[in-house]
């Protein structure tokens, strides 16, 4: 394999916390090299950042890709291609497909396809219960053996406590991380919004803000008896964090993430019944968002995720009501992380940490460093650089954005995987 030498950039360096001009060395799929003067081997590539920046290629946990059951919305082929434009180096798939990832032989199949489609590395969660029904737990040490990285019914949430505190257990002795959707499940039924002025006045069914509180308050009085790995998929309010951090006070092996439209959308964005917008949980008030972000900058919210979700638009043109919920997001995921650094609220070091760092830690996958030896999963990118969204351009089979024809800033220049480039023409 040819050495790539990537000179003349700003290395984004999310364990040290800093950002400085030099250069880096890929050799053999790894990082071999860093540094501000590199000796160079013969026969290297040289590429020239043009002093744009390069960090760890970020690790997406929570990516819906459609195979089996439901291709013509994503495959793994367009989510890969997808991610690669989107400098998004290893997508964590999850097990809500059609029928749901519940055996080994459903996890090699999807294992298997993702090998031969997808330019970045794919890497599959299994469901929790058979079916992701709630009632039996899976067979979580074969599904393991098979590749599993976590167990999550997603937004399903296994409402007997009964069922949910035997797979903590079964999960714990076998050192298995379980992934939950922190949502108290028969007050959120058929939610369309987050309940407030807002929601009354357009007429939607609405949701407290106190169903994802009062979810995530049973989930850590179940790792108190269970003493289980556990991480939150998407922590969405103000009125949830108190408890987050006394779960963490107390030494309980809990995480929490957040997705990205979260993070930098609100209630109102919804306006007139847009349906692109129509998320699960529902888009929060301003002032969730902002407690948000003044979590993940203070490091109670450890993970940043597109909860990348493709809908076509049968299931989206529909009133706001019956709109199915979700968002593409892979592509988009970068530009909308850098609103965050351009307003101020957080630094490139924050962002790559929570987008790159911790979720490869939480899922023990290498990577998310710029550490030598570490693999050469890596985005170039422009911070600056403006663009109009345009949904029609996005490589996802699905187009279910609600970044349309926003303006955004931050364009992926290259992504490389294990040192070759999946994604640019420098």
Do not use: W
Request: one cysteine or more.
């Amino acid at each position: 394999m040819t050495a790539t030498l990537i000179r003349n950039v700003h290395l984004i360096d999310p364990v040290a916390s800093s950002v400085e001009h030099g250069s880096i060395l890929l050799e053999n799929g790894k990082i071999a090299a860093i540094g501000a003067e590199i000796a160079l081997p013969e026969g290297v590539r040289v590429i020239d950042g043009r002093g744009k920046h390069l960090a760890p290629g970020i690790v997406d946990i929570g990516v819906k890709v459609c195979e089996p059951g439901e291709r013509h919305k994503e495959s793994f082929r367009s989510a890969g291609l997808a991610a690669a434009a989107g400098g998004v180096t290893t997508i964590v798939t999850r097990p809500d497909t059609s029928p749901a990832i519940d055996s080994p032989e459903t996890l090699e199949f999807v294992t298997r396809r993702a090998k031969e489609a997808a330019p970045v590395n794919v890497i599959p969660m299994a469901a929790l219960t058979k079916g992701r029904e709630g009632r039996e737990m899976t067979e979580i040490g074969f599904l393991l053996d098979a590749g599993a990285v976590a167990f999550t019914d997603c937004t399903r949430v296994v409402q007997n406590t009964k069922v949910f505190s035997r797979a903590l257990t079964y999960a714990k002795s076998l050192g298995a991380l379980v992934i939950a959707h922190p949502q108290e499940p028969i007050l959120s039924q058929g939610a369309a919004a987050t309940s407030g002025k807002f929601a009354s006045l357009r007429g939607l069914p609405a949701v407290s803000p106190m169903a994802e509180r009062m979810g995530l308050d049973r989930d850590i009085a179940m790792l108190e008896m269970t003493g289980a790995k556990y991480h939150a998929d998407q922590i969405t309010t103000a009125r949830a964090l108190p408890a987050l951090e006394r779960a963490k006070r107390n030494g309980l092996d809990i995480t929490a993430g957040t997705s990205i439209h979260h993070l930098t959308l609100n209630e109102l964005d919804v306006a007139d019944y847009r349906t692109f917008f129509k998320l699960t949980p529902p888009l929060r008030s301003e002032d969730d968002r902002l407690a948000l972000v003044d979590a993940l900058r203070h490091g109670l919210i450890d993970i940043v995720c597109s909860m990348h979700t493709p809908q076509d638009e049968e299931s989206k043109r529909l009133p706001f009501e019956e709109a199915a919920s979700g968002a593409v997001g892979l592509e988009t995921f970068l530009p909308a992380a850098m609103r965050l650094y351009h307003s101020g609220d957080l630094t490139l070091p924050q962002l790559f940490r929570a987008m790159s760092l911790n979720p490869a830690k939480r899922l023990n996958l290498p990577g998310g460093t710029l550490d030598i030896g570490a693999p050469a999963d890596l985005v170039l990118f422009d911070a600056d650089a403006p663009f109009v969204m345009d949904r029609a351009k996005l490589r996802s089979k699905s187009k279910n954005t609600p970044f349309d024809g926003a303006r955004m800033q931050g364009k992926v220049l290259a992504t490389f995987v294990a040192g070759t480039q999946v994604f640019g023409d420098i």
